[in-house]
């Protein structure tokens, strides 16, 4: 039986994504090869990344002539130093959201003097700082749009004069916000978008080239956009399946569609959460994420018991992230609504034999 499977990354994909690209690995398209044995420089593949590119623009209303799409390998792990390598001249302001934002604050500090200029770590990440300005005399700002972990979300975007930089593994594709807004976007493609092992950058051209230190190659956004994300040899497989879940995105009826969707998900689920007199939301109400409910059981002794009726109704990876312990529901873009009825339930079910 298929599972609800609520995993926070890697994560659910559209079935018919896992049927296609199933297919795809025994034989692409009746090319009678399959999609992990052809050349990166095929024909069949450049179709495949130019399109995966083509579509993450479209989605993100991003116009071409300013933005280019790569696809790269180390995660938005490797990102954190990424971006700083291409940007950093001196100094640059980040907001610590998370256990994320704080190891992005980590790796920048390798390059320059970073300003944090608000944490909410004093309360375990449980609400978005909203006192502060973005300095005018940085580099850059760097924030993660979406915190995974302790399940807050940015709902809006400071003002800010300089280049914005975003970690936005965990939303990427499933709200509409004016992407403009931002100069790098990044995300690792197993949250929202294909399996892990691609990372997605939208980078805006102009502004690259402005830092004086020397840039390893493959650290380099100007080498892989110019190089069109074939510098090296490009993760041929989660790209293709990447291309087919922004393909399927599109037939949904795109960002728009699949936002009214999640918030759908999101209401039911929140709405049960503060209900259930078993039950307390971790996050500031005004700051929960769409993507990532996070929830406590105010009973530990319930525990068990709980669990037990979560492996009966065949619910996958709700456990919550060891730093805060729970539950997290993660709903992303492919996760069905009765998925979600299902935990509901299972939440009702407890409470009537409590
Ligand atoms: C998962 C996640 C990461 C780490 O991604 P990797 O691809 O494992 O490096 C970074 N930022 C956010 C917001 C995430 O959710």
């Known amino acids: 039986m298929k599972k609800h499977n609520f995993s926070a990354g890697p994560c659910i994909l559209p079935q018919e994504v896992f049927q296609k ?26 179709e495949i990344m130019e399109k995966a590119q083509d579509l993450a623009l479209e ?5 071409k002539e300013e933005y280019q799409i790569l696809f790269l390998q180390g ?20 907001l610590d959201t998370g256990s994320w934002s704080a190891k992005a604050i980590k790796e920048a500090k390798l390059l320059g003097e970073v300003n944090v200029l608000a944490s909410s770590k004093d309360k375990n990440y449980n609400y978005i700082p909203k006192n502060f300005q973005v ?5 850059y700002f760097h924030c ?50 294909g399996p892990a092992g691609a990372t997605l950058v939208a980078v805006k051209k102009s502004c690259l080239g402005k830092v004086d230190r020397k840039i390893p190659s493959m650290l380099d956004y100007q080498v892989h956009c110019g190089k069109d994300s074939m510098f090296n040899t490009p993760p041929v497989f989660p790209v293709y399946v990447s291309m087919l879940t922004l393909e ?3 037939e949904q009826g795109g960002v728009k569609a699949i936002e009214a969707k999640n918030k759908m998900k999101a209401d039911a689920m929140y709405l049960e959460i503060d209900r259930n007199p078993l039950f307390t939301g ?25 669990e037990s009726l979560l492996v009966e ?41 409590a």
């Open 144 to 193: 993660t749009s979406n915190n995974t972990i302790f399940g807050t979300q940015i709902k809006d975007f400071p003002k800010a004069n300089v280049p914005v930089v975003c970690d936005m593994s965990s939303d990427i594709f499933s709200r509409e916000i004016d992407f403009s807004y931002f100069d790098v976007i990044y995300a690792g493609a197993q949250k929202n978008m």
């Open 248 to 250: 399927w995105l599109k």
């Open 282 to 306: 971790f996050a500031e109400k005004e700051d929960r994420s769409d993507m990532n409910a996070t929830f406590n059981l105010k009973d530990e002794a319930l525990k068990s018991k709980f």
């Open 59 to 63: 989605h993100l209303k991003l116009p």
């Open 135 to 139: 300095p005018t005399d940085v580099d």
């Open 75 to 94: 995660g938005a792990s490797m990102q954190f130093i990424m971006s700083a390598f291409n940007l950093m001249q001196t100094k640059a302001a980040y």
């Open 313 to 353: 109704a065949g619910v996958n990876g709700l456990n919550g992230h060891r730093s805060v312990g729970g539950y997290r529901a993660s709903m992303y873009n492919a996760l069905p609504f009765e998925s979600v009825q299902v935990v509901i339930e299972a939440m009702q079910e407890l409470e009537k034999n």
């Open 21 to 46: 690209a199933s297919q795809a690995v025994l034989n692409l398209d009746d090319s009678g090869l399959s999609i992990l044995e052809i050349s990166h420089r095929s024909k069949a593949f450049v």
